[in-house]
């Protein structure tokens, strides 16, 4: 199972929200709705815009895949 650490990079970034989050997202020039960051953050819809959008986090944070998900089997 695939389960997203994105609560934990908003909290080491002191980010309190997704609406907090897609603000800092636009400023930076990395648009990501609020709708696509809440399906990352509750693990919903993986799909060709929820990679892109994940890319595009992971340019945000300056951090890897693995920084943003995990994995159990």
Do not use: H, R, W
Not at 26 to 52: A, G, M, Q, R, W
Request: aromatic share 10%; proline share 1%.
């Amino acid at each position: 199972m695939i389960g997203s650490k994105l609560k934990d990079l908003m909290k080491v970034n002191n980010i309190k929200n997704l609406a907090e989050l897609e603000k800092q997202l636009f400023e930076c020039d990395i648009p990501i709705s609020t709708v696509n960051l809440n399906k990352i953050y509750n693990n919903i819809s993986i799909n060709k815009t929820f990679l892109e959008n994940t890319i595009k986090l992971m340019m945000f944070f300056e951090c890897n895949l693995e920084d943003i998900f995990m994995y159990e089997s």
